[in-house]
């Protein structure tokens, strides 16, 4: 931590922080510069809990100089998560990994009829949303266990791990018993119950970034679920709310060397919910690969005309296949593979 007084401070106030460092065990060096002291404290930061220096007599700013996410940073870790699944599949190396599937579950059939067409052109793992964050309470929400059923179901006939959405802290149990990753929707990044329930179980989590969420926001949420003891957390970048309205979200490519500097954890790229039009996807997924995202997330229906969520942001079977084939040539580009 770094102090810097104001240029009035007198010593008596650099001697009170001095003894308030002291006391929560901490060394505090002065350095008396023509205009300004700094004081920088050396110790545990963590002793600072809870003690606004920044209201402290004399002190004009305070610098952290550790991130206030611990476990999910690079400090703390230096190589990669790795985060295995089901089906041979492992985030987080070399191989990137395709989730797809469409936006809701609605029939058995239909589920399956899309998990062959991904599963023919590439995808691996198999997505599909059983509890529905819809804006409007109106809206189809979803089918909830029944859906999970045909999601585990439709995974196992085509060897696909599979990912799903909970929202409720009190559903986290069930959605474990059929899901290999539980996803966190942008809508409930900060939903802090719900990022405890899930950190409290074994299954790996993906975590969706805030329509609104500043990178640091973010990574305090992963925290919250490292903190609980699940360290299998991927990071989601969907785009986020800006001044533009021509899209429905703005895809914020930034975040993933952003995120890969400053965390250990996996990136993934949604590039559906990120641009909000099926005509926009496949730019968005070319950009997350070569941005050097290790998964995609993109929507897929048959039928999007008649989707039940989502469907103009869906991409057709056909349109996913030419995508699968140009990605192979972005990721070998950058000695990656898909
Ligand atoms: C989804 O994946 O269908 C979804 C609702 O995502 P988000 O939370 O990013 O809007
Ligand atoms: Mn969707």
């Given at each position: 931590?770094?102090?810097?007084?104001?240029?009035?401070?007198?010593?008596?106030?650099?001697?009170?922080?001095?003894?308030?460092?002291?006391?929560?065990?901490?060394?505090?060096?002065?350095?008396?510069?023509?205009?300004?002291?700094?004081?920088?404290?050396?110790?545990?930061?963590?002793?600072?809990?809870?003690?606004?220096?920044?209201?402290?007599?004399?002190?004009?700013?305070?610098?952290?100089?550790?991130?206030?996410?611990?476990?999910?940073?690079?400090?703390?870790?230096?190589?990669?998560?790795?985060?295995?699944?089901?089906?041979?599949?492992?985030?987080?190396?070399?191989?990137?990994?395709?989730?797809?599937g469409p936006c809701s579950i609605e029939t058995h059939e239909g589920l399956r009829n899309i998990a062959?067409?991904?599963?023919?052109?590439?995808?691996?793992?198999l997505r599909g949303g059983a509890f529905k964050p819809r804006?409007?309470?109106?809206d189809f929400q979803g089918l909830g266990e029944e859906g999970l059923k045909y999601l585990k179901d439709v995974g196992e006939?085509?060897?696909?791990?599979t990912v799903t959405e909970v929202m409720d802290?009190?559903d986290?149990?069930l959605v474990c018993r059929y899901v290999d990753v539980l996803q966190?929707g942008?809508?409930?990044?900060?939903?802090?119950?719900?990022?405890?329930?899930?950190?409290?179980?074994?299954?790996?989590?993906?975590?969706?970034?805030?329509?609104?969420?500043?990178?640091?926001?973010?990574?305090?949420?992963?925290?919250?679920?490292?903190?609980?003891?699940?360290?299998?957390?991927?990071?989601?970048?969907?785009?986020?709310?800006?001044?533009?309205?021509?899209?429905?979200?703005?895809?914020?490519?930034?975040?993933?060397?952003?995120?890969?500097?400053?965390?250990?954890?996996?990136?993934?790229?949604?590039?559906?919910?990120?641009?909000?039009?099926?005509?926009?996807?496949?730019?968005?997924?070319?950009?997350?690969?070569?941005?050097?995202?290790?998964?995609?997330?993109?929507e897929?229906h048959?039928?999007?005309?008649?989707a039940f969520s989502d469907?103009?942001?869906?991409?057709?079977?056909?349109?996913?296949?030419?995508?699968?084939?140009?990605?192979?040539?972005?990721?070998?580009?950058?000695?990656?593979?898909?």
């Amino acid at each position: 931590m770094i102090i810097i007084l104001k240029s009035d401070a007198t010593e008596e106030q650099i001697k009170h922080i001095q003894e308030k460092a002291e006391k929560l065990g901490l060394q505090a060096n002065i350095s008396r510069g023509v205009e300004k002291t700094v004081i920088g404290l050396i110790g545990p930061e963590d002793v600072l809990r809870g003690t606004p220096l920044e209201i402290f007599p004399g002190v004009e700013k305070v610098i952290p100089v550790l991130a206030p996410y611990r476990l999910v940073s690079r400090e703390f870790k230096k190589e990669n998560t790795v985060i295995k699944l089901s089906h041979n599949v492992t985030i987080g190396e070399k191989k990137l990994h395709v989730m797809s599937g469409p936006c809701s579950i609605e029939t058995h059939e239909g589920l399956r009829n899309i998990a062959r067409e991904i599963k023919k052109s590439g995808g691996t793992i198999l997505r599909g949303g059983a509890f529905k964050p819809r804006t409007s309470p109106y809206d189809f929400q979803g089918l909830g266990e029944e859906g999970l059923k045909y999601l585990k179901d439709v995974g196992e006939e085509f060897g696909m791990p599979t990912v799903t959405e909970v929202m409720d802290p009190r559903d986290v149990e069930l959605v474990c018993r059929y899901v290999d990753v539980l996803q966190i929707g942008a809508r409930n990044m900060q939903n802090f119950s719900l990022l405890n329930e899930v950190g409290k179980t074994k299954t790996p989590v993906m975590l969706k970034r805030g329509i609104s969420a500043t990178y640091k926001e973010w990574l305090m949420c992963a925290e919250y679920i490292l903190s609980n003891g699940n360290f299998d957390v991927m990071l989601c970048e969907r785009g986020i709310r800006t001044f533009e309205t021509g899209t429905r979200n703005t895809l914020d490519i930034n975040a993933v060397p952003v995120v890969k500097q400053l965390s250990h954890l996996p990136i993934v790229v949604d590039p559906s919910h990120g641009t909000g039009r099926w005509g926009l996807v496949s730019s968005g997924a070319r950009a997350g690969v070569a941005a050097g995202c290790d998964a995609l997330m993109v929507e897929v229906h048959d039928n999007p005309e008649e989707a039940f969520s989502d469907g103009a942001q869906s991409l057709l079977p056909k349109n996913f296949e030419s995508l699968m084939i140009e990605l192979k040539a972005i990721a070998k580009a950058i000695s990656r593979e898909i």
